[in-house]
């Protein structure tokens, strides 16, 4: 090789050395930082065989995929989700349908998931399956405060029941599949907006932007490991808002539907008060001392209530129950619905003319 390409290549390889040392020298006396390079962390994988049978055309077909123990695309969710959501169809008592919703698969005995708005007045059943096959129902128990409903048909095996998820990450991937104007079998997507939502049902609810319409009701939120996260209750109309829904918690779900398969029913605990949150400018509109800003102040107290029993007066100031503070929404009704059941003793603290009140009561049923 000649002497001058020698010279010329051992600059170039100078020039390539000296730029891997200052650049990241430069980027950092920038400001950039230099990102360490983490290696992925090992992820179990298992094999899951589906069998697709078609109605329409009597053909079989069988999927093999590889997916990992960590999230699953929407494709797989489908696959895997579909044979266990089913479409409800609704009549009365004079065999005119009422309503069409969703449901879910909740165990091997045959209870099915829904809505109490679903079901509600209804007196006869219909539960249709991702391959067309239908069975009648009936109604095993109901709530109006949670929306929740359980049916149990005789379903075969091959439509297997869903895991309920023990919790909800908010902004995690979530996929509705349910009937939205009858269209049974479609699957949307989105995430979890927020959780802990009021308003819409007596226990806290959670919050996403998948599209949920008419029909999706009752239907499972399913996030990217294939779990119920939630039953899809109601969305609010784009002409009001674009990408708002809200379902029930799988965790609220787990709590009420054992208690609607057992005894019909769920009994809700009961304080017998009305009122609002405070903040400072709320709390200076009551006339409250500077140092109560916050909390949760009684306006109403219904007859014969375990608050008029226990001596809880209008105007008082909530702050906390046992030791939970309480603060601002939903925190009350939070607690009632994870933490307490009717029978239960509490203790709460109130603000009382600037003094610190503790008062016990008992929880009853919520009438």
Do not use: C, W
Request: net charge neutral; glycine share 8%.
């Amino acid at each position: 090789m000649p002497s001058k390409f020698v010279g010329v290549f051992i600059i170039a390889l100078i020039a390539i050395v000296g730029a891997a040392i200052l650049v990241p020298m430069i980027m950092s006396f920038l400001g950039y930082a230099s990102y360490l390079q983490i290696s992925a962390p090992s992820i179990t994988t298992k094999t899951v065989t589906i069998t697709t049978t078609n109605p329409s055309y009597t053909t079989t077909v069988t999927t093999t995929y590889i997916i990992s123990n960590r999230s699953y695309d929407a494709a797989i969710i489908f696959k895997i989700a579909s044979p266990s959501v089913v479409q409800v169809t609704v009549y009365d008592k004079n065999f005119q349908q009422l309503a069409l919703g969703s449901g879910f698969v909740y165990d091997d005995q045959g209870h099915v998931v829904t809505n109490n708005h679903v079901i509600e007045g209804g007196k006869y059943f219909i539960i249709m399956t991702y391959d067309n096959g239908m069975f009648e129902a009936q109604l095993v128990g109901s709530d109006s405060y949670a929306d929740l409903a359980v049916l149990k048909a005789d379903l075969p095996a091959k439509y297997p029941p869903l895991k309920l998820a023990d919790n909800v990450i908010i902004g995690e991937p979530v996929y509705a599949i349910g009937s939205p104007f009858g269209l049974s079998g479609s699957i949307t997507s989105g995430i979890v907006s927020q959780v802990n939502r009021t308003g819409i049902t007596y226990v806290p609810m959670l919050q996403t932007d998948a599209a949920i319409n008419p029909g999706n009701s009752g239907g499972p939120l399913i996030n990217s490991r294939g779990e119920v996260v939630g039953v899809a209750t109601a969305g609010i109309e784009k002409s009001v808002a674009e990408g708002v829904g809200f379902a029930v918690p799988s965790t609220i779900v787990k709590r009420i539907v054992p208690e609607l398969i057992k005894n019909g029913v769920y009994k809700h605990p009961y304080i017998g008060i009305y009122g609002e949150y405070l903040d400072p400018i709320v709390a200076s509109s009551y006339g409250l001392p500077k140092n109560v800003s916050s909390g949760f102040i009684i306006t109403q107290i219904m007859k014969n209530s375990p608050a008029e029993k226990s001596g809880l007066k209008v105007k008082d100031v909530i702050v906390a129950i046992d030791n939970y503070p309480i603060r601002k929404d939903p925190d009350l009704n939070y607690l009632m619905a994870y933490k307490y059941s009717p029978g239960d003793v509490i203790t709460i603290t109130v603000i009382r003319d600037g003094k610190t009140v503790e008062i016990k009561l008992t929880l009853a049923v919520r009438p």
